[in-house]
């Protein structure tokens, strides 16, 4: 089959502006160089295939109980921590850090570690359907650079971030001072840039307000400002954390504040690179009108017990939201996972909740797993959905194979086997936007 010129026949469901999920029936899809070039009646095939010039023995008709959907994104997930997944969450946050992950993170200085446990947790959250992961690293550039490699081989979109932290941490895990920790983020971005990765981007990473000083807070916002690329942090994800926030920074009104200062809360005009905070935001006292976009990091908010976050409130002031697994917060590198977690968060708040307050859908869900995603991430012009000029990163659900946890029955709809796979599916195929 010829590579990057195909067409699909068969079900489709995706999300867009104006539908939470839109589910397409005997649909035609085709691509050419891996974008997305028509999306059309399945009548209309012979005349889209002759527009485009793809031939007829590179089309793909999927059976009757199989669909496309776009690939999962997730858009908060630690990398070095991935074995520790399942490990240590009856602890809280800060007493988890010290016990299990610092000790952990140090490891990937050697290098040959980092390949191993890199290649391992890249290589798991594909075959959870996550085609664009936004990754946090370790304080060591080169494990990091390390990281981008393994995620460029194994075919993942990815947004990958060298951490940052000077104070408030381990002897044995701290970077030395301000000067070393941006000369590293710099070393960092300018040796990703060189690789020229079509699908990896840097990213600034400050690990939290508690681990950074002001100073080196402020000089990554003006490398951020400079190589015009993302920021991510953490922000608000629990009581003690935030208290601690507070003391440390006296001066600031609040959490959100001490960011602002720093400059790592500027957007640009640019929305295809655009730099606004990517914050991992787990409680409701947080300043809406200082976030652009925020992740919610479900399995953390019951398991570290960080909090129940309200993400109809934030949607509702306009804030982009996407799902993130936050292992190893996060005890499962699944967004499906994530997907589920979050309407049980969202139907806490609304057992609770004296104001009539209207919890997430499955379905809503579902488009913070995908399109919210991309829009959290600033990709949304490349992914998150089936519209013409995208790149085709997508997943084939088959729910009439043996063994998956699905079982569908003749008068099931197409939107009853999303549902149906919402709720307890678990395979797939990874379809990625170059066919091989």
């Not at 095939?45 to 031939?55: A, H, N, P, V, W």
């Not at 490990?87 to 993170?105: A, N, R």
């Not at 008068?411 to 797939?428: A, H, P, V």
Request: with cysteine; net charge negative.
């Amino acid at each position: 089959m010829e590579a990057e010129s195909f067409a699909i026949c068969g079900n489709f469901i995706h999300s867009t502006e104006q539908a939470v999920v839109e589910t397409l029936e005997n649909k035609c899809l085709g691509v050419k160089q891996g974008k997305i070039v028509f999306l059309d009646d399945v009548e209309r095939l012979q005349e889209r295939l002759s527009e485009f010039g793809i031939k007829e023995n590179n089309v793909i008709k999927l059976e009757h109980k199989e669909f496309v959907m776009p690939g999962f994104i997730d858009t908060h997930i630690h990398a070095p921590q991935y074995p520790n997944a399942g490990k240590g969450l009856d602890m809280g946050l800060l007493e988890w850090l010290t016990t299990y992950t610092f000790p952990t993170e140090v490891k990937f200085k050697d290098l040959d570690f980092a390949a191993h446990a890199y290649k391992r947790v890249v290589s798991r959250v594909l075959r959870n359907g996550t085609t664009t992961a936004c990754y946090y690293a370790t304080i060591d550039t080169d494990a990091t650079v390390l990281l981008c490699d393994i995620i460029n081989e194994l075919g993942q979109r990815a947004l990958v971030g060298k951490v940052n932290m000077n104070q408030n941490s381990p002897d044995y895990y701290v970077e030395g001072s301000v000067d070393e920790s941006v000369s590293e983020t710099r070393r960092y971005i300018e040796t990703i840039q060189k690789k020229a990765y079509d699908n990896i981007t840097p990213v600034i990473t400050p690990r939290f307000a508690v681990s950074c000083c002001e100073s080196l807070m402020k000089k990554l916002g003006d490398l951020a400002a400079e190589y015009n690329i993302p920021v991510q942090t953490h922000i608000c994800e629990t009581k003690p954390e935030v208290e601690y926030v507070a003391q440390l920074y006296p001066d600031s009104k609040n959490y959100a504040t001490v960011y602002d200062k720093a400059g790592l809360l500027t957007d640009k005009v640019n929305k295809n690179i655009c730099r606004g905070i990517r914050a991992v935001i787990n409680r409701d006292d947080i300043d809406v009108s200082l976030i652009f976009f925020c992740r919610s990091i479900t399995d953390t908010t019951y398991f570290l017990r960080s909090g129940l976050l309200d993400v109809q409130n934030l949607l509702k002031h306009g804030i982009q939201v996407g799902l993130g697994t936050d292992v190893s917060g996060g005890y499962h590198p699944s967004i499906i996972d994530a997907i589920r977690v979050a309407v049980h968060v969202s139907n806490a708040h609304a057992i609770t909740s004296t104001n009539g307050y209207t919890p997430l859908s499955m379905r809503d869900a579902f488009k913070l797993a995908t399109l919210g995603g991309a829009q959290a991430l600033s990709i949304d012009n490349k992914v998150g959905n089936f519209e013409v000029g995208k790149e085709f990163d997508a997943l084939i659900i088959n729910l009439d194979i043996e063994n998956t946890h699905v079982d569908v029955f003749e008068e099931d709809t197409l939107d009853d086997c999303l549902d149906k796979f919402l709720y307890t599916g678990t395979k797939w195929l990874h379809f990625p936007s170059v066919f091989k």
